[in-house]
């Protein structure tokens, strides 16, 4: 049972655009959230996380958005940019100890 | 920076070898894991330790073990290495606290099991 849904396993946005990435849950007990980067042969990158007691958390052009009641977070980037293009992963912590379960990932083209 | 080291970014090896995968980090981290990552399975968990000689099951244990004899050092060994087992293997460590559970990934390797 996939505690953690990435249900686009793709998106192609253009540069200078917006790109939303959407993840769900259905563990109500998760209580931190992230994001990863990954590129082809490279381990992920942290990109950015939220705690549950926030809705927003920002990082330059990443915004992590928390959605509890839906359990849904999304990152959007702005502007997207073609050094964007990679799969990125989110994960929730169920704090067990510090483990985190990943979603199926999102691939991420940012064409010019 | 964290650093995450793992022994070979590529591998092939035989049906029924034994394998040795290794990891090192060099920040202190009390919590490592292994994990695997398939096309559209995401990184499913194959065990980790918050403890040196502690480990537990993660949700793909069947046809893996794992040793921490050192604080820095995880090592992940396939008993008797299937076709099955061809796979991208990451590393990853945190801290261990309460509050900071970002994990670090190593830049994995990718094993091919002929």
């Known amino acids: 049972d996939q505690q953690v849904k990435q249900n686009s396993p793709s998106l192609s946005v253009q540069e200078g655009r917006i790109s939303i990435l959407n993840c769900d849950y259905t563990n109500s007990m998760f209580d931190y959230f992230l994001w990863y980067k990954k590129y082809p042969a490279e381990g992920p990158t942290f990109l950015i996380s939220i705690s549950s007691i926030k809705d927003k958390n920002e990082d330059g052009r990443f915004t992590v958005f928390l959605n509890k009641s839906a359990k849904h977070l999304s990152l959007h980037i702005v502007p997207s940019q073609p050094g964007d293009s990679a799969v990125y992963f989110c994960?929730?912590?169920?704090?067990?100890?510090?483990?985190?379960?990943f979603g199926t990932g999102t691939r991420l083209q940012v064409f010019p | 920076d964290v650093k995450v080291t793992q022994s070979s970014r590529y591998l092939v090896k035989r049906t029924g070898e034994k394998v040795f995968l290794e990891c090192v980090q060099d920040?202190?981290?009390?919590?490592m894991f292994w994990y695997r990552q398939d096309p559209g399975l995401g990184l499913r968990l194959i065990y980790f330790s918050y403890d040196v000689k502690m480990k537990e099951k993660g949700d793909i244990p069947e046809g893996y073990s794992v040793s921490r004899e050192k604080k820095e050092r995880f090592s992940l060994i396939l008993e008797s290495a299937s076709t099955n087992q061809t796979s991208m293997y990451l590393c990853?460590?945190?801290?261990?606290?309460?509050?900071?559970?970002?994990?670090?990934f190593g830049p994995g390797t990718r094993l091919l099991v002929l």
């Open positions: 920040m202190d981290h009390e919590n």
């Open positions: 990853a460590s945190s801290l261990g606290v309460a509050g900071q559970e970002t994990q670090y």
């Open positions: 994960a929730a912590s169920d704090q067990v100890p510090d483990k985190l379960i």
